[in-house]
Every structure is written in structure tokens, then in C-alpha cells.
């Protein structure tokens, strides 16, 4: 028979098994694509890099359906076109009544506990990683960006043909094992020790699948490097990360993750107190209230706060709210990773990665009553002000806002007292208040000159009047005073 009409016969055969599909028709599938590529099983289990008894066991269908990662593997050795590809892997992808097997990769972490608010935000964020493929979730600690990537990622696996594949890189200390982590979250084990990167983009290579890296902040150029090769390499891979700040890669798109809504905080208090005390009914809604919104309508401080409930009704706790970092940690045995077992150590797990100059800054920042603006922050950070104040911006741990007078900048209550602690214990409290104290007063002074508009200045000053009159005091009190007994009343004032 001529060759050129036997391929025809053996691809139409082919042609068709595929559309059937279901585990039979794959070991007639392997088959007739390894005759027509003319390999034996010995030849095709070297390309692939199985064993030939794998091979002799698939062809012979005493093993009933492939792993996904194996069917890819000997895609790739026979050579496969995109139809003929797709037709292979819906044979290894569907149960014996031709109905699509479950998805190897669909493995989210179990959650233990019901997702509170942002139910609304979800269709938006499902819409914005469909078009920009690289979708990160930005926040500080604590504000739940895991959780609502988790059910992003939920709701999404019914649209990726391969499902989801969750990484995370809490415990990756070393920029280059997050190509690792990568791998082993793809099943690659027997890969890794080789090419890692090779192996992943070869694994993803025309798969459809929704990649989660979960806490990219402290490898952010790992990330970048690894992100920018599967975007373009791997064309039906989207990644949706979570991090305290933008990775950079070209295309990304960011979302903003804010504080709780006043109704869903005081919900969330009440689904948590409920699981530490089965009896717990508290009808003070505005006790709890309160107590959300002193924690910034942070998920994780109100969840610590809820797991008090055992030993403190909710009106006992709101006045020890002013020591927080104290209050706020899980009990022994509670679940989460280390550095959210307390409020302390996730705001630690953030300053400590930051550079000294901005720890420098941020310290400082917490001089401040409430909003700021750029001249002031620069007042307070020497040089190179403005850029340290971005970086921290990108961080999460600056809030940027639009107001009247241009845009201002504000710590939340957490990190102002988590920055005024730090303040205290490096013992620069009067350099920042110094510092604080001639800016406000400069400002001041400024009202009184011929040459300027009153009015202007004092409405650019009606959003900083906290701030005048502490810096009054301040350069009323003199710094004596700091040194003393006065240092706990500051410490109190910031509280």
C-alpha cells in the first residue's frame, strides 16, 4: 500500500477515536499515533522518558487512564499537532462513559472556615484575569488576599481545561526554589533536580490552567522571571498572585485589596466568636462594631480579636484594644501559618523585609494623627524621600488617597502603633517629633507672609489641624519632657 495513503487511513482512524474518547480509546490512540510516527514502544518510552513496560501496560490497557503530566510527555515525543494533541489528552481525560475525568490540578487548600464579604468582587475579578492572563491581588497583611484568591481560583476551575495548580511560597527562603515550588505543585518530582524551569514550561506548554503563587512578597524577582516566561511561553496559562506589593511583570494587572465593609467585619466577628463558644450570642452590635473598626476592618486582627471571646466578652475587649499586639494572637494549637498566629508577627513578617531606609521612614511616619502630605513625609524621611514613600506605598503599608488639596498619605491604626513601638525602641521619638514639629510649624508661619493666599493655606491646613496642634505642644513642652515619664504618654497618645 502506498505510505502517503496508509498515514491518511491511520490518522482518520485516529480522527476519530479521538472524538470518542474515554481510556479504551486512548491505548488505541498511542498506538496508532506511535505507528505512524514509526517508533516502537522502546523508542517512544526513551523520547518520553517512561519506561517501556509504562508504554506496553497503556498500549495494552492494563492500565486504564494516564496521569495528565504522562499523556503530555508522550505528546510531545510522537510530535503531536494541536488537534491531535487535544484529542490524546480528552482520551486520557475521560472516564469509560466518555465523561471528563476530574482535573489533576484542581487541588485548593481545604478551607476550614466560610469566606466573609467581598462575594462581590469576585465576577470583576474573574473578568480582569480572563483579559490581562496576570492578575495580582495587593494588600497589607491581614487583609485576606489569600482567602479571596482561593475562591477566585475556586470559581475559576471550571473554565481552565487542566484546572489549578496553588503555590505557596510562605516557606521558600531562596529566590531560585521558586521554580521548585513551581514544579512539585505540578507533580514534576522527578524532574525538578534536572532543568526545573525547563520542566515547568514544558509541562505547561498548551495546557489551560490557572496558576495561584500565594505570598509573592519577599521573591519578587523570582517571581518575575518565572511569571514572565510561563506568560510567554505558555499561552493558555493564566497566574493570579497575592502579595504586598506589584511584581512588575509586563502585563500585570493589580487589585487593591481593601479593609471590610462595616456589616461583613461584624459578621466575620460573629462566625468566628460562634466557633470558639458555641453559646455565643452577643447583641451588642455596636460594641463589635466598635472593635472592627478600631482593628481597621482587618480580616485576620478581627478573626484574633473573635478567638478572645472564650475569655473576654466583647465590651471587656474594645478598651484593651489600645495594647493590640498584646491582645491579638491565636490560642496554642491554632491554625494558620507562624506568622499569622499573631498581629505582631505579620506586621514584623512585613517590616522586617523592608530596606533601612524605609524602615527608617515608615518609623517616623507614625508621628502623624491621621493624613499627610508629601512635603510632610519628606520632611520626615531626609533624602530620597519621595522614593522611599512610594516603595512603602507599594508595599501596602502607606495608604495613598485623593483629597481637596492633592493626594495624601496616612498609616492605619495598626501600623501607627506598630510604627510608633518601633519608634520608641530605636529611641528616635524626638528626632521625629522634631522633625514633625518644624514642618507644621514652617507651615504655620507661612499663613502670615504678604505674598500668600490665607485662605489657601488654611484650608490646606484644616486637614492637618491634629497634626498643628501636636507639634504645638511639642515645641511647647520641650524635649525634656519626652525623656522622662513623658515617653509613656506618648505612647499612649498614639494609641
Known amino acids: 500500500m502506498n505510505v502517503a495513503l496508509e498515514a491518511r487511513m491511520v490518522l482518520n482512524r485516529v480522527g476519530g477515536l479521538a472524538m470518542a474518547g474515554g481510556p479504551e480509546q486512548f491505548k488505541a490512540l498511542l498506538r496508532e499515533y506511535r505507528l505512524s510516527a514509526g517508533l516502537t514502544q522502546e523508542e517512544l518510552a526513551e523520547r518520553a522518558g517512561l519506561s517501556w513496560r509504562g508504554i506496553q501496560d497503556l498500549e495494552r490497557g492494563v492500565r486504564r487512564r494516564p496521569q495528565t503530566a504522562t499523556a503530555r510527555r508522550l505528546a510531545d515525543a510522537l510530535g503531536l499537532t494541536m488537534e491531535q494533541r487535544a484529542g490524546l489528552l480528552a482520551a486520557a481525560t475521560r472516564d469509560e462513559g466518555g465523561q471528563e475525568a476530574a482535573r489533576e490540578f484542581s487541588k485548593l487548600p481545604r478551607r476550614l472556615t466560610s469566606f466573609v464579604g467581598r462575594a462581590g468582587e469576585i465576577p470583576a475579578l474573574r473578568q480582569r484575569i480572563k483579559t490581562a492572563r496576570m492578575l495580582t491581588l495587593v494588600g497589607p497583611g491581614g487583609i485576606g488576599k489569600t482567602r479571596l484568591a482561593l475562591e477566585v481560583a475556586d470559581s475559576l476551575t471550571p473554565d481552565f481545561q487542566d484546572g489549578v495548580s496553588f503555590v505557596d511560597l510562605t516557606p521558600v527562603g531562596r529566590p531560585e526554589l521558586v521554580i521548585v515550588a513551581i514544579a512539585q505543585a505540578l507533580g514534576l518530582h522527578t524532574e525538578i533536580a534536572r532543568e526545573p524551569q525547563r520542566a515547568v514550561l514544558t509541562a505547561l506548554a498548551g495546557r489551560q490552567l490557572l496558576v495561584v503563587l500565594d505570598n509573592c512578597e519577599h521573591l519578587i524577582h ?39 465593609g ?36 482587618l480580616p485576620l486582627a478581627i478573626e484574633l480579636a473573635a478567638s478572645r471571646v472564650s475569655m473576654l466578652d466583647p465590651a471587656e475587649m474594645l478598651p484593651r484594644l489600645t495594647d493590640r499586639f498584646a491582645l491579638l494572637q491565636r490560642n496554642v494549637g491554632g491554625g494558620g501559618p507562624p506568622r499569622q498566629q499573631t498581629l505582631r508577627a505579620t506586621v514584623d513578617w512585613s517590616y522586617d523585609s523592608l530596606e533601612p531606609a524605609e524602615q527608617r521612614l515608615f518609623r517616623r511616619l507614625a508621628v502623624f494623627a491621621d493624613r499627610f502630605s508629601l512635603d510632610a513625609a519628606e520632611a520626615m524621611g531626609g533624602p530620597n524621600g519621595l522614593d522611599v514613600l512610594g516603595r512603602l506605598v507599594d508595599k501596602s503599608l502607606v495608604v495613598a488617597q485623593s483629597s481637596p488639596t492633592g493626594t495624601r498619605y496616612r498609616l492605619i491604626d495598626t501600623l501607627r502603633c506598630y510604627g510608633w513601638e518601633r519608634l520608641l525602641e530605636t529611641g528616635e521619638v524626638e528626632v521625629a517629633r522634631e522633625r514633625h514639629a518644624q514642618h507644621f510649624l514652617s507651615r504655620a508661619e507661612a499663613l502670615f507672609t504678604p505674598t500668600d493666599s490665607v485662605d489657601g493655606r488654611t484650608r490646606e491646613l484644616d486637614e492637618s489641624l491634629e497634626d498643628l496642634r501636636r507639634a504645638l505642644e511639642w515645641s511647647a513642652s520641650g524635649a525634656a519632657r519626652l525623656t522622662g515619664s513623658g515617653g509613656q504618654d506618648n505612647r499612649k497618645e498614639q494609641t
Open 262 to 297: 462595616e456589616a461583613d467585619g461584624v459578621r466575620l466577628f460573629v462566625d468566628r466568636a460562634v466557633a470558639q463558644r458555641a453559646d455565643f450570642q452577643d447583641p451588642d452590635q455596636t460594641t463589635i462594631a466598635a472593635i472592627c473598626r478600631a482593628l481597621d476592618q
Open 222 to 260: 523570582a517571581c518575575v522571571d518565572v511569571v514572565g516566561c510561563v506568560l510567554r511561553g505558555c499561552p493558555g496559562v493564566c497566574v493570579l498572585s497575592t502579595s504586598r506589593e506589584p511584581l512588575g511583570v509586563e502585563g500585570e494587572m493589580l487589585w487593591r485589596v481593601g479593609p471590610l
